[in-house]
């Protein structure tokens, strides 16, 4: 259909053999789950059932960041059913203080019998279409290792990092005491204040995920909890004394293994964290074994797991006699198809960040060697005036690269995931000269990120 564009609701494409590339609509809902249901299970294991409640939520049209409209998929007219498809959801990341828009493809599957054919990446090109229309400066996806690299994709910012808490470890409650701390379920009245809570927490992050009270109202009564997706919000609380929250978390609502799963847990300012921690750790313990476990092969219940990133101050009050096993993050891939509007977007920070190094006022141009392509920068008394794409190929006896990345790695470097001296040691293709390397240093420092699926 070349008249109408990818990201268009009636936009269809015939693939060949009864296979059509098209978007969804609200009646395809069973025949998707279906789909998902039988991919996402193991060899001897029944139908998903988790992942069909999951895909009725999104295409409910009561999700707030995507529709039932809103999954790109691969039907064969032959049979009728749904052999490959995924959705596109959206959401902001903060980059120390901008907002960026993103897009996420999330639940991505394609039927047995149907695979190595090309219909993942025909399903990406509306996903992406759709989310370039849209303005989104960034994709974001959680998956399987080296796979979405096919599409664009870097491995670019920290995605959780864990440390576990054995239950056997957890200070039992002196005999005869009360419990000073208590948890609490957190209630639709309670989102301006578990808000606040939250952006506390995120605030010690460079690139991290604001929530709306939208979502939180969402997460906290409009999700099926027998989907297994979100968290329970709870809030901690002084005992005998509810109605005042001193710190939130969120904790899966299933358990897949031996261990419980905390993904984000706050305490506010002035309250020691060593005081209110073992509190928090009994109240999880006790419900650690309640949980609902889809498989029932699942291990017994032993330990809680911490996943609240790189670093956290609840690791520090914990302590490695307390929580002495520790997983480094995953990473989110990321893909910018436009590398220079996303650096001119975030100018503000990075003039500031250049403002405070030894390079403040820096009058220069620096051209960066992507070896497929690249990007020159230009600066104007530390101002960045000039962001465009550049290619030193395209010049016989023009400028020299000032620095070079292969293709994708510079993703790294904006998102802070690694430092420019890590990115030197790893990659033997990158350098910086001079100046450049001052620059570059300056404005993307390694930093901690969390950045959580808004699901």
């Given at each position: 259909?070349?008249?109408?564009?990818?990201?268009?609701?009636?936009y269809?494409?015939?693939?060949?053999?009864?296979?059509?590339?098209?978007?969804?609509?609200a009646?395809?809902?069973?025949r998707?789950?279906?789909?998902?249901?039988?991919?996402?299970?193991?060899?001897?294991?029944?139908?998903?059932?988790?992942?069909?409640?999951?895909?009725?939520?999104?295409?409910?049209?009561?999700?707030?960041?995507?529709?039932?409209?809103?999954?790109?998929?691969?039907e064969?007219?032959?049979?009728?059913?749904?052999?490959?498809?995924t959705?596109?959801?959206?959401?902001?990341?903060?980059?120390?203080g901008?907002?960026?828009?993103?897009?996420?493809?999330?639940?991505?599957?394609?039927?047995?019998?149907?695979?190595?054919?090309?219909?993942?990446?025909?399903?990406?090109?509306?996903?992406?279409?759709?989310?370039?229309a849209?303005?989104?400066?960034?994709?974001?996806?959680?998956?399987?290792?080296?796979?979405?690299?096919?599409?664009?994709?870097?491995?670019?910012?920290?995605?959780?990092?864990?440390?576990?808490?054995?239950?056997?470890?957890?200070?039992?409650?002196?005999?005869?005491?009360?419990?000073?701390?208590?948890?609490?379920?957190?209630?639709?009245?309670?989102?301006?204040?578990?808000l606040?809570?939250?952006?506390?927490?995120?605030?010690?992050?460079?690139?991290?995920?604001?929530?709306?009270?939208?979502?939180?109202?969402?997460?906290?009564?409009?999700?099926?909890?027998?989907?297994?997706?979100?968290?329970?919000?709870?809030?901690?609380?002084?005992?005998?004394?509810?109605?005042?929250?001193?710190?939130?978390?969120f904790?899966?609502?299933?358990?897949?293994?031996?261990?419980?799963?905390?993904?984000?847990?706050?305490?506010?300012?002035?309250?020691?964290?060593?005081?209110?921690?073992?509190?928090?750790?009994?109240?999880?313990?006790?419900?650690?074994?309640?949980?609902h476990?889809?498989?029932?092969?699942?291990?017994?219940?032993?330990?809680?797991?911490?996943?609240?990133?790189?670093?956290?101050?609840?690791?520090?009050?914990?302590?490695?006699?307390?929580?002495?096993?520790?997983?480094?993050?995953?990473a989110?891939?990321?893909?910018?198809?436009?590398?220079?509007?996303?650096?001119?977007?975030?100018?503000?920070?990075?003039?500031?960040?250049?403002?405070?190094?030894?390079?403040?006022?820096?009058s220069?141009?620096?051209?960066?060697?992507?070896?497929?392509?690249?990007?020159?920068?230009?600066?104007?008394?530390?101002?960045?005036?000039?962001?465009?794409?550049?290619?030193?190929?395209?010049?016989?006896?023009?400028?020299?690269?000032?620095?070079?990345?292969p293709?994708?790695?510079?993703?790294?470097?904006?998102?802070?995931?690694?430092?420019?001296?890590?990115?030197?040691?790893?990659?033997?293709?990158?350098?910086?000269?001079?100046?450049?390397?001052?620059?570059?240093?300056?404005?993307?420092?390694?930093?901690?990120?969390?950045?959580?699926?808004?699901?």
């Amino acid at each position: 259909m070349p008249n109408i564009p990818l990201h268009d609701p009636s936009y269809r494409r015939e693939l060949g053999n009864g296979l059509v590339l098209r978007w969804s609509a609200a009646s395809d809902h069973e025949r998707i789950s279906t789909l998902y249901s039988e991919v996402f299970r193991g060899k001897d294991d029944p139908p998903n059932q988790g992942v069909i409640v999951w895909t009725r939520d999104l295409m409910s049209g009561r999700h707030p960041h995507l529709g039932p409209g809103d999954f790109a998929l691969v039907e064969d007219t032959n049979s009728g059913a749904v052999v490959a498809a995924t959705c596109l959801l959206r959401q902001q990341w903060d980059y120390a203080g901008i907002s960026i828009p993103i897009g996420r493809p999330e639940i991505v599957a394609s039927a047995p019998g149907y695979r190595e054919r090309g219909l993942v990446r025909a399903i990406f090109e509306l996903i992406h279409a759709r989310s370039d229309a849209e303005e989104h400066m960034a994709q974001a996806i959680t998956g399987i290792g080296y796979y979405y690299r096919q599409f664009g994709y870097e491995y670019a910012l920290d995605l959780g990092g864990w440390r576990a808490v054995f239950i056997s470890a957890i200070p039992p409650l002196a005999e005869g005491a009360a419990e000073p701390y208590v948890l609490r379920p957190a209630t639709v009245a309670d989102i301006p204040q578990v808000l606040v809570l939250y952006d506390q927490d995120r605030a010690m992050r460079e690139v991290s995920t604001p929530m709306s009270a939208e979502y939180l109202r969402w997460m906290i009564e409009g999700q099926n909890s027998a989907s297994g997706e979100g968290w329970d919000t709870q809030l901690i609380v002084q005992a005998g004394a509810p109605e005042k929250p001193l710190g939130y978390l969120f904790s899966r609502r299933h358990r897949w293994g031996n261990d419980m799963a905390i993904v984000a847990l706050h305490i506010a300012p002035g309250l020691p964290l060593p005081s209110v921690l073992p509190s928090v750790l009994r109240a999880l313990a006790a419900q650690g074994p309640q949980l609902h476990t889809p498989n029932a092969k699942t291990p017994p219940f032993d330990r809680l797991l911490l996943g609240l990133g790189r670093t956290h101050p609840v690791y520090d009050a914990l302590g490695e006699q307390l929580a002495p096993l520790y997983e480094p993050p995953y990473a989110w891939y990321v893909r910018v198809r436009d590398v220079p509007a996303l650096l001119r977007h975030l100018a503000p920070v990075l003039e500031a960040r250049l403002a405070a190094s030894p390079m403040a006022g820096l009058s220069d141009e620096l051209r960066l060697d992507f070896y497929r392509g690249g990007l020159r920068l230009v600066f104007e008394q530390g101002r960045l005036q000039l962001a465009e794409p550049w290619n030193v190929r395209a010049v016989q006896y023009g400028p020299r690269p000032t620095a070079a990345f292969p293709p994708l790695v510079f993703l790294q470097l904006l998102f802070g995931r690694r430092s420019l001296a890590e990115l030197r040691e790893a990659f033997p293709d990158v350098r910086a000269d001079g100046n450049t390397r001052l620059v570059l240093e300056a404005m993307f420092p390694a930093d901690i990120s969390w950045a959580i699926p808004l699901d």
